[in-house]
Structure formats: C-alpha cells, structure tokens
C-alpha cells in the first residue's frame, strides 16, 4: 500500500502489525497506534508544536538518573500512574487501599528492630508511629515486612540530597511481632513539591498547575501468601489533601496526628519528649 493520508494511514500501521508473534504485544500496539493517532488528528498540531514535543520527551529522558525518574514524575502528574495503580488493585473487602509508589523508593532501606528511630537526628517535631498488619479476617501477620519512608521536615527525601546510599535516612524495614504490631520513630514530615525543575516542572506551569503533594508517609507491607501493599498515610489538615498533584489522596488514607506527652502512648511505648503520634492498621488481601 502506498500514498498515505490522514484518512488511511492508521489502518495502514495497524496492518503492518499482523505478523506479531506475540498476540499481547499486537494488541498494545494496535491499541497505541489507535489511540495515538487519534490524538494527533484532534489536536491537529503543527510541525513546531511536534518537534517541541520530541523535544519535551527527550529531556524527560536525560533528566532521568540513578536518584531522579523524570519519566515516573509525568506518569504521575498525569494522573496515569494512578489509573493503572487502580486497574490493578480492586481489592476485596476491607483490605488497605493503595497508591503510588512514587519516585523516590530504595530497595536498600536497612532493616532496623521495633521501636528504632529512623531519623537519623534530624531535626524537627518528634513522631511515634504505631500500627498492626492483619489479614482481611482480622488475624494479626505475624513477621510482615513493613517498609517506610518519608520526606524530612523541610520536604527533602534523602535520595535528593545524598551523594551515596551510606547518607539515606528517614526509610527503613520493620518486621512485625506476634500480634502483627510494628512501631517506630521519626519526625512529622511536611509537604512538598515534588521535582520541578525539568520538563514535568515546566509542563505543570504551562498547565497552570502547582507541584505539591500533601505531607504523607510511604509504605510498602507484604508477607508470604498475601499481596503486596503500597501505599501513603496522608496526614489530615494538609493544605494540598484536594489538589495533590499526583492525584493520590483517598479518604481512607488520611489520618489525623495525636499529641503525645512524655509518658506511655497508646501502644504502650515509652515517650521521653513531647510530638505527635500516627496510628495506622493495614490489611492485606490474599494473593491470588
């Protein structure tokens, strides 16, 4: 076939795709073609407008490094992060509702013993974080993973700042005890932007869009048998809870922060300082 136009040339593409030898691959990519040209035939963008678009997607990429995924912030301020986070967990039941992993994930996080600070000195207001990981029957987990990390005080993860992972702080990896119980202490994190200096910062002005995510706490809990959580505790009260801009608060996530004074929480851990206390109680979903 020959002597394309606008009105053949997105059969003629998919055409091209009937030799695909794996029937997935074919129909993302019939799926793409379609979807793409359709795109391309609404906006009717000229040939500047197109070039700046390479051009857009080809700094996205050399902004991308071992600390910084540029691709991950567009997926995210896009919203499709999200969907597909959506599409690919509807859990049954009461299980804890997930969302996105975010940019600034590390699988080296130490593993640290019950009641461990993971703030390294930092500075800011003290938080005792107590929660408990049971399955969707109420049962404790006994041993579960639970991973966390967070934004210091000032809105920084530590990936932002260090030159090396012997720097990282504020995440680590707790095991829960026989009642399916962990705790541990840090600081109250804040709210941030999120990387706005590439071209995501860039697309987001021209969008009239501020960069913010409402001040949360990362987790990531998972146990033999049951399927892996991630997931934010978002903090009640924040300014950005409606305009995060990653579109990832849910009501169920937010929690409000209790003043503690020296003395025993509600867990029963001990408390030398004034600060605040998060409580939070995930439930897991089998795998399947």
């Known amino acids: 076939m020959r002597n394309f136009s606008e009105d053949n040339i997105t059969a003629a593409v998919i055409g091209r795709l009937a030799g695909c030898r794996d029937e997935r691959?074919?129909?993302?990519?019939?799926?793409?073609?379609?979807?793409?040209?359709?795109?391309?035939?609404?906006?009717?963008?000229?040939?500047?407008?197109?070039?700046?678009a390479i051009r857009f997607l080809t700094h996205t990429g050399q902004m991308c490094s071992g600390t910084r995924q540029e691709f991950i912030l567009l997926s995210d301020t896009l919203g499709v992060s999200m969907l597909v986070d959506a599409i690919n967990h509807r859990h049954p039941g009461d299980a804890t509702q997930s969302t996105v992993l975010g940019p600034f994930y590390v699988e080296e996080a130490a593993?640290?013993?019950?009641?461990?600070?993971?703030?390294?000195?930092?500075?800011?207001?003290?938080?005792?974080?107590?929660?408990?990981?049971?399955?969707?029957h109420g049962e404790p987990i006994t041993g579960a993973s639970v991973e966390t990390w967070h934004a210091d005080s000032h809105g920084f993860y530590d990936v932002?700042?260090?030159?090396?992972?012997?720097?990282?702080?504020?995440?680590?990896?707790?095991?829960?005890?026989?009642?399916?119980?962990?705790?541990?202490?840090?600081?109250?994190?804040?709210?941030?932007?999120?990387?706005?200096?590439?071209?995501?910062?860039?697309?987001?002005?021209?969008?009239?869009?501020?960069?913010?995510?409402?001040?949360?706490?990362?987790?990531?809990?998972?146990?033999?048998?049951?399927?892996?959580?991630?997931?934010?505790?978002?903090?009640s009260g924040d300014a950005y809870l409606d305009s995060d801009v990653v579109f990832g608060v849910k009501d169920a996530l937010i929690t409000t922060l209790l003043p503690l004074a020296p003395g025993l929480s509600p867990g029963g851990h001990r408390v030398d300082v004034p600060g605040s206390l998060l409580t939070y109680d995930f439930v897991l979903p089998p795998q399947t």
């Open 25 to 52: 691959v074919r129909e993302i990519s019939e799926a793409l073609v379609r979807h793409l040209h359709a795109f391309v035939k609404e906006i009717e963008p000229t040939e500047d407008e197109w070039a700046a």
């Open 160 to 235: 932002q700042k260090a030159s090396g992972r012997t720097e990282l702080h504020m995440r680590a990896r707790f095991r829960t005890d026989p009642g399916g119980a962990f705790w541990y202490r840090s600081i109250v994190p804040a709210a941030y932007p999120i990387p706005d200096d590439g071209p995501v910062g860039r697309m987001l002005d021209a969008q009239g869009r501020h960069p913010y995510r409402p001040a949360h706490v990362h987790f990531r809990v998972s146990a033999p048998g049951f399927r892996t959580l991630v997931t934010h505790v978002f903090v």
């Open 111 to 136: 593993a640290l013993p019950l009641g461990a600070s993971i703030a390294d000195g930092m500075e800011g207001e003290p938080l005792l974080v107590e929660g408990t990981v049971r399955d969707l």
